[in-house]
């Protein structure tokens, strides 16, 4: 056979993009950049999500602020983004990496799906956002394009809700009952330790309760952290993952859980 | 040196014509139609799949040489993706795909007649985002491809496609049929495709649309599933929230259509 047509399929979309494109040419999740004069070292002051278990699955919210220095740049930013059919990521940090980052693993689960004819595996799944959120080290260290996701999803063979979180050099962390990632997260840790001690799990809450706890927090978060936007202006990005995929909550929904 | 004349040109490339079309001849048949609800592509088979997607708003089935269905898969899968990627999914379009990348490349192994060529003929389904936007592309192995309105089917000869369209064409008369009515119809189809093709390897089968009854082609299929045949029918659903618009249809969706040969 020709070698028009590769002969053989990893499935790897790293793969594809060096041969498509060049390695100098690939989404570079690991190219470094130069440093610019003036940039502070690491800068991701610029949002709170925040993910939950509760009975059914997994919760997402996040505020819709994205700030540039002191400036506000835009109030609907939407964090909250679908993977796969039972996969969200909540981004903070550098926008921009953020949303190629997901475009990238949108794409490279996808790709191994349709060309290997099966799922990517839930601990293949991980190992790729690992892997992009260390080899985006070096470019973090630089002031430029630092982020750190929190990845729900549902673990379809173990009927459960799983939560995972980041450091930023791809140290990964599961969590039992709540992760939070971006500026506003660190003020109201303690809230969601109360919450676990006075009104028990998050797991073990309905889906109208653990919303409402964790829109409350994420007003909290609002209040305390200028970086993270309030739902005085425009709802809150909330989604929910369950056995059978992701769902978004109405606007009344998100409305009822505000108190409104 | 022995020479290489435009005779032995146009004879190598009659030997590999007839090569591949009398391999081709045995795969199983597909139907590719539009119906109410988005895409559908339909075959029956024995062990390997056959409907495959390719991209958010592609699928592909064919007939022919495994490996070779695999690579035209493959490298159709990898033209998607890096265009996707580094454009925009708007911007993969069945055509682009077909007309640009796959078939220059099956055309340049076809011309070549030291290579050794792909015995595939296959259908391209892409999911518009209005019915009258779907686009059906079959393409061959000597890189020929054309277009198609509301559906298209592949089969072994020319005429088991020709008799293949006439009664899908005449079952999906009434406007965009329903899921059910369109699977049932292109079962039927398949029936029609796959007699005809059997049927013209026998010593008797001077009048071609002899054997062609209602009856006939039902018995058929139904000697088909009892013999361990099945249905893969895979569908691009335009109105979903779902990441994924392709799915494979499930024994519960394709249990009504299949009764009528159960019974």
């Known amino acids: 056979m020709s070698t028009l047509f590769n002969v053989e399929?990893?499935?790897?979309?790293?793969?594809?993009?060096?041969?498509?494109?060049?390695?100098?040419?690939?989404?570079?999740?690991?190219?470094?950049?130069?440093?610019?004069?003036?940039?502070?070292?690491?800068?991701?002051?610029?949002?709170?999500?925040?993910?939950?278990?509760?009975?059914?699955?997994?919760?997402?919210?996040?505020?819709?602020?994205?700030?540039?220095?002191?400036?506000?740049?835009?109030?609907?930013?939407?964090?909250?983004?679908?993977?796969?059919?039972?996969?969200?990521?909540?981004i903070s940090g550098s926008f921009a990496k953020s949303v190629e980052v997901v475009r990238y693993l949108r794409h490279t689960f996808k790709y191994f799906e349709r060309s290997q004819l099966q799922p990517m595996s839930l601990d293949g799944k991980l190992m790729e956002l690992q892997r992009v959120i260390a080899n985006n080290m070096p470019a973090a260290l630089q002031g430029i394009g630092a982020f750190i996701p929190v990845l729900s999803t549902f673990d379809t063979e173990g009927n459960t809700g799983r939560i995972y979180f980041y450091d930023a050099m791809g140290g990964q962390f599961e969590t039992a009952e709540y992760g939070a990632a971006g500026s506003g997260s660190g003020p109201i840790r303690g809230a969601f330790e109360y919450i676990l001690r006075t009104k028990g799990p998050f797991r073990e809450m309905d889906r109208t309760t653990a919303l409402k706890e964790t829109l409350t927090l994420l007003e909290i978060a609002a209040d305390l952290d200028t970086a993270t936007g309030g739902a005085s202006k425009h709802l809150p990005a909330a989604k929910y993952i369950t056995a059978a995929g992701i769902h978004d909550f109405t606007d009344d929904e998100i409305r009822a859980g505000l108190g409104r | 040196m022995p020479s290489y004349s435009p005779y032995d040109w146009n004879e190598s490339i009659q030997q590999r014509n007839e090569y591949i079309e009398d391999r081709l001849k045995e795969g199983s048949p597909v139907v590719a139609t539009t119906y109410a609800g988005g895409l559908l592509i339909l075959t029956l088979r024995q062990t390997q799949r056959k409907v495959y997607e390719i991209y958010d708003r592609l699928m592909m089935s064919a007939v022919g040489n495994h490996s070779d269905v695999e690579q035209v898969r493959m490298a159709a899968i990898d033209a998607a993706h890096a265009e996707g990627f580094s454009r925009?999914?708007?911007?993969?379009?069945?055509?682009?795909?077909?007309?640009?990348?796959?078939?220059?490349?099956?055309?340049?192994?076809?011309?070549?007649?030291?290579?050794?060529?792909?015995?595939?003929?296959?259908?391209?389904?892409?999911?518009?985002?209005?019915?009258?936007?779907?686009?059906?592309?079959?393409?061959?192995?000597?890189?020929?491809?054309?277009?198609?309105?509301?559906?298209?089917?592949?089969?072994?000869?020319?005429?088991?496609?020709?008799?293949?369209?006439?009664?899908?064409?005449?079952?999906?008369?009434?406007?965009?049929?329903?899921l059910d009515a369109a699977v049932a119809a292109s079962i039927y189809a398949w029936g029609v495709g796959k007699k005809?093709?059997?049927?013209?390897?026998?010593?008797?089968?001077?009048?071609?649309?002899?054997?062609?009854?209602?009856?006939?082609?039902?018995?058929?299929?139904?000697?088909?599933?009892?013999?361990?045949?099945?249905?893969?029918?895979?569908?691009?659903?335009?109105?979903?929230?779902?990441?994924?618009?392709f799915r494979l249809l499930n024994e519960t969706e394709l249990g009504g259509s299949l009764a009528a040969y159960t019974a």
């Open chain 1, 9 to 90: 399929s990893t499935g790897r979309f790293t793969d594809l993009l060096s041969r498509e494109f060049g390695s100098a040419a690939t989404s570079g999740p690991g190219q470094p950049m130069p440093r610019a004069a003036g940039v502070p070292d690491i800068d991701t002051h610029s949002t709170t999500v925040i993910a939950v278990k509760y009975k059914d699955g997994v919760i997402n919210v996040a505020d819709r602020r994205a700030t540039a220095g002191y400036t506000v740049m835009y109030d609907q930013a939407e964090k909250v983004l679908p993977l796969d059919d039972h996969t969200l990521i909540s």
């Open chain 2, 88 to 178: 925009s999914p708007d911007d993969v379009t069945v055509t682009r795909l077909v007309s640009f990348r796959i078939s220059p490349a099956i055309k340049k192994i076809y011309s070549d007649p030291f290579a050794q060529p792909v015995v595939y003929r296959g259908i391209f389904a892409e999911l518009g985002k209005t019915p009258e936007k779907d686009a059906l592309v079959t393409l061959s192995y000597d890189g020929e491809f054309s277009n198609n309105v509301g559906s298209a089917v592949i089969a072994g000869s020319a005429y088991a496609e020709d008799r293949m369209r006439e009664h899908l064409t005449s079952l999906t008369a009434d406007g965009l049929p329903a």
């Open chain 2, 196 to 245: 005809h093709i059997e049927t013209a390897d026998r010593a008797d089968a001077d009048d071609a649309e002899q054997g062609e009854g209602e009856a006939d082609i039902k018995a058929f299929i139904a000697d088909h599933l009892k013999a361990g045949w099945f249905v893969e029918a895979g569908v691009l659903e335009r109105n979903v929230n779902r990441e994924s618009r």
